[in-house]
C-alpha cells in the first residue's frame, strides 16, 4: 500500500524535539518557529509532559466514554479556571475540525435553525460541517455544498445584521485571528457588536479558538481582547501539544442530554493526561505571559527589516507580509538558514507559530536569520 498523496512535502524528515528546536534524521538543529502548525504549545519533548504520559500509558491507555474518567473533570477544572472560563462545560473532542462540528451541531439543536453565517478568508477544518463554513471552494466537495452557508465581508457588520434579519440562522462562526487567510484580525469593535447583534437575534456565536487560542496571543483566548463572552469556543491544536485532543467550550445556557453528542476516543486517559500537563507547563513556566512578552520583542525587532511591509497579530501568532511571494524566502530559510516557518493563502505573507516558550535569544536568532534569507533571495544568490 502506498500513502494517499494530498501533501506537498518538505524533504526533510524531524526525528527528535528540544523545545524550541527540531533535529532532523542528519543530525541538523533547526528553529522551529512553525510548530507543526501552531500545535507545538509548551515546546517539544517538555520532560514533565514526556513523563506524565509514559505514566499514564504505564497505567491505562484507554477507556471508552461510557465509564468514569476523572481525568476528564481534572481537565475541565484546569481549564475553565486558566481560561476564565468557569461555568461553561467541556465537550472532549479529537480534532479542530470535530469541536468545529459539535459546535455548529450545539448551535443547530438549540435554535431549530440550520444557517450559518461564516467569514470571507475563513478556514474551520474539513469535515463535512467545517468546511462548509470554510471559504474555500477547492476543497469542499460536491456533498459539502448543501450546507446553507452565507459568507460575508470579515469586519461587515452591517452585511451581519442584515442576514439576522431573515431570522433563519443557528450560528455566526469565526476564528479569533483569521490563520490560514494570512493572519487577520477581527477588530475589537466588531467582535463586540457581532456579539451584541448575536444577543439580540438569539443566535450562537461560535468562536473558533484553535490556532489562535490556548494562550498563542498573550491572553487565553485572542478574542479577550474584546472583552466579549461567546455561547461557544472551540480548542485544538496547542491543547495537547501534538497528542490529538480538541474541546467544545460551551455556554451554561445550554443544556446537555444523553446521546446529543458522543465520540470513541475524545477525552480518553492519554489525550487528558497530554492536556492536563500541557496547562500545568503553561501556569508553571508562564508561558501566556512569555508569549506576549517574547511576541512584542519580535515585533520590535522585525520593525527594523525593512522588505516586511506589515507585521500583524499579537503575542506569537504573527503575519509577515513582504510585497513579493514568500516562497523563495521560506525556502532558504528552511534549506540554508535552518528555520521552519509557516505559508498562508495568502502568497505574500510568512506566518509565525513557534512554541510559546520560545525565548527573546530564539527571537533574535531567527531575525538574524530572517534578515539574512532576505539578502540571498534579493542578491538572487540561490538557485532555488
Ligand atoms: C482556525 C482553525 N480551525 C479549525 C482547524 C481544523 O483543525 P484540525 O486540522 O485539527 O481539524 C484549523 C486547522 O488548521 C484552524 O486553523
Given at each position: 500500500m502506498k500513502l494517499f498523496d494530498v501533501y506537498p512535502l518538505i524533504d526533510i524528515e524531524p526525528v527528535k524535539g528540544e523545545g524550541c528546536y527540531v533535529i532532523d534524521k542528519n543530525g541538523e538543529r533547526y528553529l522551529d518557529l512553525y510548530g507543526g502548525h501552531a500545535v507545538i504549545s509548551i515546546g517539544h519533548s517538555h520532560p514533565y509532559y514526556v513523563k506524565k504520559l509514559s505514566d499514564q500509558l504505564q497505567l491505562l491507555g484507554f477507556y471508552s466514554n461510557?465509564?468514569?474518567?476523572?481525568l476528564q473533570e481534572e481537565l475541565a477544572q484546569k481549564l475553565g479556571r486558566l481560561s476564565g472560563y468557569d461555568d461553561y462545560f467541556l465537550f472532549l473532542s479529537n480534532s479542530g475540525a470535530e469541536a468545529n462540528e459539535n459546535a455548529l451541531k450545539l448551535a443547530s439543536f438549540y435554535t431549530q435553525k440550520s444557517k450559518v453565517i461564516a467569514f470571507k478568508g475563513a478556514f474551520h477544518g474539513r469535515s463535512s460541517g467545517a468546511v462548509a463554513v470554510t471559504d474555500n471552494p477547492s476543497i469542499s466537495a460536491p456533498i459539502n455544498f448543501n450546507q446553507h452557508v452565507t459568507f460575508l465581508n470579515f469586519g461587515d457588520i452591517n452585511a451581519v445584521e442584515l442576514e439576522l434579519q431573515k431570522q433563519d440562522t443557528c450560528a455566526v462562526i469565526i476564528e479569533g485571528i483569521q490563520g490560514v487567510n494570512g493572519i487577520v484580525e477581527p477588530s475589537e469593535k466588531f467582535l463586540q457588536d457581532l456579539s451584541a447583534m448575536c444577543k439580540k437575534y438569539k443566535v450562537v456565536l461560535i468562536l473558533?479558538?484553535?490556532?489562535?487560542?490556548?494562550?498563542?496571543?498573550?491572553?487565553?483566548?485572542?478574542?479577550q481582547y474584546s472583552g466579549i463572552k461567546p455561547d461557544i469556543i472551540t480548542v485544538a491544536k496547542g491543547m495537547g501539544n501534538g497528542f490529538p485532543i480538541a474541546g467544545t467550550i460551551i455556554s451554561p445556557e445550554f443544556k446537555a442530554k444523553y446521546g446529543l453528542l458522543g465520540t470513541t476516543f475524545g477525552g480518553n486517559h492519554l489525550a487528558c493526561t497530554a492536556a492536563i500537563a500541557v496547562l500545568e507547563i503553561m501556569e508553571d513556566d508562564q508561558l501566556i505571559e512569555n508569549a506576549e512578552m517574547v511576541g512584542n520583542y519580535l515585533i520590535e525587532k522585525l520593525?527594523?527589516?525593512?522588505?516586511?511591509k506589515a507585521i500583524r497579530g499579537r503575542g506569537l501568532m504573527l503575519g509577515l507580509e513582504f510585497d513579493f511571494p514568500i516562497n523563495k524566502l521560506r525556502d532558504v530559510l528552511i534549506r540554508e538558514e535552518k528555520v521552519f516557518t509557516g505559508s498562508s493563502s495568502n502568497k505574500n505573507v510568512l506566518r509565525l507559530l513557534p512554541p510559546?516558550?520560545?525565548g527573546t535569544c530564539e527571537a533574535d536568532l531567527f531575525v538574524n536569520r530572517l534578515a539574512c534569507s532576505l539578502r540571498k533571495v534579493m542578491d538572487a544568490t540561490v538557485n532555488i
Open positions: 461510557s465509564v468514569i474518567i476523572s473558533d479558538e484553535i490556532q489562535s487560542g490556548y494562550g498563542r496571543t498573550g491572553k487565553f483566548f485572542a478574542h520593525k527594523a527589516i525593512p522588505e516586511i510559546l516558550n520560545m
